[in-house]
């Protein structure tokens, strides 16, 4: 459930109408909603703390899913933690006030910089994905006199998620380390004074409906760590990860956070263990619309129309680079027959396509539209592609609100850039 309703046929997020963020603003804009992020946030918290092998188990927000401080902020003061994949990250992290021992360093390829960053930052623990890196961080850590904890982070040649860009467990998907090397690896990590294994980590992939291959995963993990401790080595973390999906649309199905805490329950039962898990979209994703105002609409003599939005690819990308959908809805509810459009945007790529023959009530010129379920992978995978200044984001909340990233003016935009001294 989220909290963008409409109120007399005006769309409204939380109290305060679209349309006046808009005016006051300007289009395109990412909205968010505090009402849902920290309805989101609750949901799962009470689905974990209702099974006991989860009670108080870590929610580490994948904070790559919306970065925005103010969204950071809202989740922390819950008591959310952070799961991030780089120093950027960290930082944002703790600038929006999540403790460092909430903070979880994830990623494939953390430089020596970053590690020794997290070090000093005292982050909760590090997921290491490769022999290569044990390498590199027992170097680091030594050089600072450290031994931060770590988990090992599990390949489980198990991949899902909602389209093959996005699927991180499976054979050749360049995340963590095959189970039979992890094991060999956690036993390397032990006999370094330099590391101080605590257990392991897994993220199989993204917008994760069914949830039979999360078991499959999370049953690894746990044969893993039976037997690690065999062996005599203490495993006492377990960090699930991220990955359930959300309904992009009204009908579509997905295991919920209930069902999700009952399996990993079960699969947990009697371990022992601590767990952590790092939901973004989940959290974020149903939070959040971009609004945008049709600029024009472009009729052919074959009949096809073209809804030309200000919004585009470089905004919200996930249409393009996925083949993601999302839905479109009027601003201002209208009435009248549904027409098929194309909804495109402005930039210069046949891929700026946001859907094709989309049915909606007939639009005009300068009518505003939403894409719903924005606040997760939207406004974070911007980009100023057609030189298009990136897309401001305001945090709702009742009937406030604030400009929580502001748009750059194009003065701004090219102050970064300096004119090379021989022109
Ligand atoms: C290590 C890790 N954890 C958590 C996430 C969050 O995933 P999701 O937004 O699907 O929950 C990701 C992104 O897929 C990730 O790479
Ligand atoms: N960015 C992707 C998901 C990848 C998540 C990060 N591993 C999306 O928009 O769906």
Redesign the pocket.
């Known amino acids: 459930m989220d909290h963008f309703d409409y109120r007399d046929g005006a769309l409204h997020a939380e109290d305060v109408p679209l349309a006046d963020l808009a005016e006051a603003v300007g289009t395109p804009v990412y909205v968010y909603s505090t009402a849902t992020l920290t309805r989101h946030y609750r949901v799962l918290r009470q689905a974990l703390d209702a099974r006991a092998p989860l009670n108080g188990a870590l929610i580490a927000f ?1 904070v ?2 919306n970065s925005n401080l103010s969204v950071l902020a809202t989740l922390a003061k819950l008591g959310c933690g952070a799961d991030t994949v780089s120093e950027g990250e960290i930082r944002r992290a703790l600038k929006a006030g999540v403790p460092a021992d909430r903070i979880i360093f994830s990623g494939v390829g953390k430089t020596d910089r970053e590690l020794a960053f997290a070090l000093s930052a005292g982050v909760r623990q590090i997921n290491v994905e490769s022999p290569a890196e044990l390498d590199r961080l027992i170097a680091v850590a030594a050089s600072k006199s450290a031994s931060p904890e770590i988990a090992i982070r599990v390949n489980p040649r198990i991949g899902a ?3 093959a ?2 699927t ?1 467990g499976g054979e050749g998907d360049k995340f963590g380390v095959p189970a039979d090397e992890a094991m060999a690896l956690y036993a390397r990590a032990s006999a370094s004074p330099h590391v101080t294994p605590v257990g392991l980590a897994c ?1 199989i ?3 994760i409906t069914d949830l039979s291959p999360l078991e499959a995963a999370f049953r690894l993990l746990a044969e893993i760590t039976r037997t690690l401790r065999g062996q005599g080595l203490s495993v006492t973390r377990l960090d699930l990860g991220g990955g359930l999906g959300v309904p992009y649309s009204g009908g579509a199905e997905t295991a919920s956070p209930t069902d999700y805490a009952a399996m990993t329950a079960r699969v947990l039962e009697g371990l022992d263990v601590e767990a952590a898990f790092e939901p ?2 989940l959290l974020a994703a149903n939070a959040g619309v971009l609004v945008s105002r049709v600029i024009q609409i472009t009729e052919r003599a074959d009949g096809r129309r073209f809804l030309v939005l200000d919004a585009a690819m470089n905004d919200l990308v ?1 249409p393009a ?2 083949d ?1 959908f999302h839905e479109v809805k009027p601003v201002v509810a209208r009435a009248g027959e549904p027409v098929a459009y194309d909804i495109v945007g402005p930039v210069c790529e046949t891929g700026d396509t946001f859907a094709r023959g989309r049915a909606l009530p007939p639009l005009e010129a300068g009518d505003l539209v939403v894409f719903t379920g924005a606040g ?2 939207g406004a974070v ?1 911007s980009s100023e592609y057609n030189t298009r200044p990136l897309v401001p984001e305001v945090l709702v909340d009742g009937a406030d609100w604030a400009v929580v990233r502001a748009r750059p003016s194009y003065d701004e935009m090219l102050a970064g850039e300096a004119m090379a001294g021989w022109l």
């Open positions: 994948a790559k899913a998620g909602g389209h860009k996005i991180t993220h992939g993204s917008q973004g979209r996930r680079m996925y993601a997760a992978y995978m």
